[in-house]
């Protein structure tokens, strides 16, 4: 049976879903309704999907459900558990983008809606299908390294990539939860799946060291369209260059004001660009994680002590960051990233290192995202990785990440509850 599948939020994140429903899985449903705040953008998509599509204002959002059978939601993070627990309510099923919410009080509402519902609520976590990541998965759950004791993991997101977070309405942690939950969610989301255990403390620093106003720079243009800059300076963007972003924003802003194109080094960031986390799991393992937003190339480390041994996955996404602006790339084919490499070791006690083959797939994020649209659209089958997640699984992420900007905040430790779904003075 067909699906007919509405969209609320039409910014970046939602080409892929439209694109996947006009290509390759048009079989599984139709797309019958648009919802955003800004009609220039309903516009984009209804011209890319062809014929009439009905668009809604989001004071409208309770007539597109009615010839909806599922709900995509890609807005603005703050106002994700809105539209998701009124989808729910309607007897729809949902997908979101990660994350899930951005608070406690979001995540509440949202395991409430989901329990008293039929509906199927799916977070969309693509690292999960990243073949390296589901190759760490497969070790760890085959007993290769016997119990895992620690993990450390290392994210370094570099000046194209990290820099795009300091320009865009993410840089307002009230909408996005700052990036310990807008960008973390997706590594916490990982250590879980890949430990298969709950987080039960929390403890966190982070500070604003590079973007915004922390160091003194001089004049700085308000945003990047008409700066003197533009085109020399590598911080300020040419969103007139792109022509999808063109449409996206610079042609839409006359509607609603939103600048996509900001100056990173201006007021208003109120999020951090440096954060360290620890984290007990309730299998006694324990997480060492650091984010940095402005690093000269693009990449992870992540290592796995356990009773048997050890696992080492090394990424470069991008090898170096050239000197012009580009817009979140990261989810580009691997032939369009600079220099990107991957690695992935077993070391048992008492053997030689050994190197794990991954092996990839076609599309972004070594055929990750296929993966992914295929549990999405299709349907999840018979996989033994249990790579689909679910809403408890968006929750968890999201409260480690509100976890830690509380310790962070406080100087104390932040426990979790009920299986890390909770905080445990909620």
């Known amino acids: 049976m067909s699906t007919r599948y509405a969209f609320v939020g039409l910014g970046h994140r939602a080409q892929m879903y439209v694109d996947a429903l006009l290509g390759g899985w048009r079989d599984t449903g139709t797309i019958v309704g648009l919802c955003d705040t800004n009609q220039t953008r309903m516009d984009y998509y209804a011209e890319r999907i062809g014929g009439e599509v009905p668009c809604f204002h989001p004071d409208e959002f309770g007539k597109l459900l009615e010839s909806a059978d599922a709900v995509v939601v890609c807005t603005v993070d703050a106002t994700h558990a809105r539209y998701v627990c009124a989808a729910l309510d309607a007897g729809l099923d949902v997908i979101v983008e990660k994350p899930l919410t951005v608070d406690a009080e979001g995540c509440a509402a949202i395991a409430a809606a989901a329990e008293r519902n039929p509906g199927k609520l799916v977070v969309t976590f693509n690292y999960r299908y990243s073949p390296r990541n589901s190759a760490v998965k497969r070790l760890i759950s085959a007993g290769e390294i016997g119990q895992v004791t620690s993990v450390h993991f290392e994210w370094a997101l570099d000046t194209i990539h990290g820099a795009d977070y300091f320009r865009r309405w993410h840089r307002d942690r009230a909408r996005s939860g700052g990036l310990l939950v807008h960008k973390s969610t997706h590594h916490f989301d990982l250590v879980n799946w890949w430990l298969g255990a709950a987080p039960e403390l929390v403890f966190a620093q982070t500070d604003l060291r590079f973007y915004g106003q922390a160091l003194p720079r001089g004049p700085r243009p308000v945003r990047g369209q008409g700066a003197p800059g533009l085109g020399t300076d590598p911080f300020i963007l040419d969103i007139s260059a792109d022509p999808r972003l063109k449409r996206l924003y610079l042609d839409a802003e006359h509607e609603d ?42 990449g992870y480390r992540v290592v796995f002590n356990g009773t048997a041994g050890r696992i080492e996955l090394e990424v470069c996404e991008r090898a170096w960051t050239p000197p012009h602006a580009a817009i979140d790339p990261s989810a580009a084919a691997r032939k369009h990233a600079a220099g990107a490499w991957e690695r992935l070791t077993l070391h048992r006690h008492w053997q030689e290192r050994e190197e794990i083959p991954i092996e990839q797939g076609e599309g972004g994020h070594g055929g990750g995202d296929r993966l992914l649209l295929n549990d999405v659209f299709r349907g999840p089958g018979d996989d033994p990785l249990g790579r689909p997640a679910g809403y408890r699984d968006g929750i968890r992420s999201v409260l480690v990440g509100v976890a ?18 909770r905080l445990a003075d909620a």
Request: net charge negative; proline share 3%; no cysteine.
């Open 404 to 421: 830690a900007t509380r310790s962070a905040a406080s100087g104390r430790a932040v426990r979790l509850a009920d299986d890390g779904t």
């Open 257 to 298: 004001g939103y600048l996509r194109d900001q100056d990173v080094f201006g007021p208003g960031v109120t999020i951090d660009d440096n954060m360290s986390v620890l984290v007990r799991y309730a299998n006694r393992a324990m997480l060492t994680y650091s984010l940095t937003a402005h690093a000269p190339s693009e």
